[in-house]
């Protein structure tokens, strides 16, 4: 293996202030779910916080579908801050004064980790279309091996929303001795056959972008901007409310007038709003990482291989647990959450759910909420209470 | 005015059977609310049953956004039955029995009215992307071409779900003497910011497909396929529930297996069967129409022009009516159908409003469902009652 320096903050305002992101070649071959084996693979990641003596604060962050390493603070000449922001940070919910907290871009993803848009060692060219299959536990292991890289036997946590609290329930099953505590956010123990359509248009939005080449646009030095932008404007609609849209344009217009005798082109604000959106996406992220992740996000079924019994499935689990749901989130839905929380209350486990009121749909999970920040932090300051206890 | 000869049915059994459609040339000009002037237009219908001595017994049945004029029974030579079959006809909720049912393919749409595949007379080339816009009202004006061509001073009914509740509900503002009853289901007095959003990445779609030719594609004999195929995917799944798509599909896989070990493609059903949807669709309908018709759904705004005030807008209207809702409709909710009858109520008008339990979301008022045939049927059967006992 081999890693930038590490840069960690301590700052005392509430941001975690200027970071530099890492990264680490983990030259261990890794085996797939699907079989294939990844010889080497490069991860790119972000710290913030220190770890301490005992290398028992550990907090690991997992993305969703569309996330990197960025979760908090800013880059150098950049006043953007992380996706997660809002909750990491010193003295934020996720405290940066207390925990060591890891964020890694996935393999798989475009952000400079191993993935579609990264070179083939067996071709010479971008892996394209052949990047193989992936699977959340791939992401666990991947994670782990950057664990070790870090020398760290536990984590304190390991935390996500969406995707990401799949990734925390797959690590509480795979390596259950090697987390305290698991924070599942607006997710799901498997998607339903809605979801798993929203995804399939999405793809096909992008495959049927004429750039598109197959998967090997990179290749004829062209991108699925288009296809790439509807993808986005369809997850971006299931990431909100209905309520939360209405609140936000309503039927307001961008341009034209809906008065009779009217042939200009009329556009509602919402139009306006989910073009450019779908057009800012299309320009950062990688069209077939979309397309891997989203099949990822399929066919996550946690319960599978347990004879499809989430009891039978989380009996392997060690760790305790907060689940936490939105009532807007139309995506992963409470009834999700409940169902991960009954499952783990049938399993003798130590779990605690709160269902947050919220209008702000799934991307609730990434919004400032008094409650939802009020109970995250609560929990995980006991969790440092208890760590700088001595314990 | 030109038309075939009328074709009407009078069958026993519970299908009006063999139907023919008829067409009528309306040669007055229709100027539709964008200003324009149509000189002429073609529109193609179909009629149940036989109108009374009095002619007083006509129910014009509105179609929605892929709706036709074959509403019942089936063509010469093809068993498949309209769209609303299983309501229309001798016996059923719209009885051919005891009404004469008019279903008109509306200009605008592909199924031979006038629209925009059809010859522009200034150019002599399809109308393509140049069709002028429509409205709901344009709809309803030129319906009531049709109706004086019929000689039918007073619609017993106008009946329409989605889109078609919108026709039934301006009817009753526009026309406040010509119609008895408005049925108004599953409908809305105006899309949300959600309902236009699902409108415009359906129509992003298909202007995105390099077959669209900027809506010229008939004169460079190509037709959108996929990007139509999209726009149909991301409607069908809007029409069905969450909780109707789990019963019937599931995760169930059509091919693939997500063991471990296995690199092969993984389909789900749920993807399988929407692209059939897709490409089935993207056959038949016409992309530019898909256009038109979704933006015509996106501008319905019944209260608008009266200050956004339904209770004034509906004080215009005169007829009874019948609005019906159903449970897992998340297109246009039962909570859009209660603002309805809240306005009608404030309004002083005579209202029916049944709240139906399904499963089947959108797509329900399409469907059997036994308390919605009798409500239906129920209300309908008095209206015969009536107007039999020589009213």
């Known amino acids: 293996m081999s890693s930038d320096s590490h840069n960690n903050q301590n700052n005392q305002d509430s941001s975690v202030g200027l970071v530099k992101p890492q990264q680490v070649v983990i030259e261990q071959p890794l085996k797939l779910a699907c079989g294939v ?30 996330g990197d390493h960025h ?3 800013h880059h150098e000449g950049e006043t953007k801050t992380g996706w997660w922001d809002n909750y ?64 760290i036997k536990c984590w304190a946590a390991v935390v996500g929303g969406s995707l990401g609290g799949m990734q925390a329930m797959r690590w509480s ?23 798993i359509a929203f995804n399939e248009i999405a793809r096909k939005a992008i495959k049927s972008d004429a750039d598109f080449c197959d998967g090997n646009y990179l290749q004829h030095n062209k991108v699925p901007h288009n296809g790439l932008a509807l993808a986005r404007m369809i ?16 039927r307001d217009l961008r ?22 959106q779908g057009d800012k996406f299309s320009d950062f992220f990688d069209a077939n990482s979309y397309i891997l992740i989203t ?15 989430p009891v039978a499935a989380f009996s392997h689990a060690k760790c305790k647990f907060l689940v936490v749901s939105f009532s807007s989130d139309w995506r992963f839905s409470p009834d999700r959450s409940q169902e991960i929380t009954d499952a783990l209350i049938a399993a003798g486990k130590n779990v605690s759910y709160i269902a947050i009121d919220s ?18 932090g609560g929990y995980l300051s006991k969790l440092a209470d208890r760590l700088e206890g001595g314990s």
């Not at 871009?105 to 070179?119: D, H, L, R």
């Not at 607006?186 to 809605?194: F, I, N, V």
Request: with cysteine.
């Open 88 to 151: 990491i940070g010193p003295g934020k919910p996720i405290d940066s004064n207390r925990f060591y907290i890891v964020s890694v871009n996935n393999i798989g993803s475009c952000f400079g980790s191993t993935g579609p848009a990264s070179e083939n060692p067996e071709t010479g060219k971008p892996y394209g279309a052949d990047f193989p299959p992936l699977r959340a536990r791939d992401w666990v292991a991947s994670q782990r091996l950057l664990m070790q890289h870090l020398k």
């Open 37 to 66: 084996i990844l010889p080497s693979h490069r991860l790119v990641y972000e710290t913030y916080g220190t770890l301490n003596k005992d290398r028992s604060n550990g907090i690991l962050i997992c993305h969703a579908l569309s």
């Open 235 to 250: 997850g971006h609609v299931t990431y909100l409310s209905d309520e939360l849209m209405g609140q936000k344009f309503g």
């Open 295 to 309: 099949k990822m996000l399929d066919y996550f079924d946690l319960a599978r291989e347990y004879n499809h019994d």
């Open 71 to 73: 979760a908090a603070g």
């Open 359 to 376: 209008d702000h749909g799934h991307d609730a999970f990434l919004l400032p909420n008094e409650r939802y920040q009020k109970a995250l």
């Open 255 to 276: 341009s034209g007038d809906l008065l009779q005798g009217k042939t200009d082109p009329v556009e509602f604000q919402i139009e306006s709003y989910l073009n450019y």
């Open 173 to 195: 099953l795979e390596h259950p001795d090697e987390l305290q505590h698991a924070v599942v956010i607006a997710s799901s123990m498997k998607l339903t056959a809605q979801n």
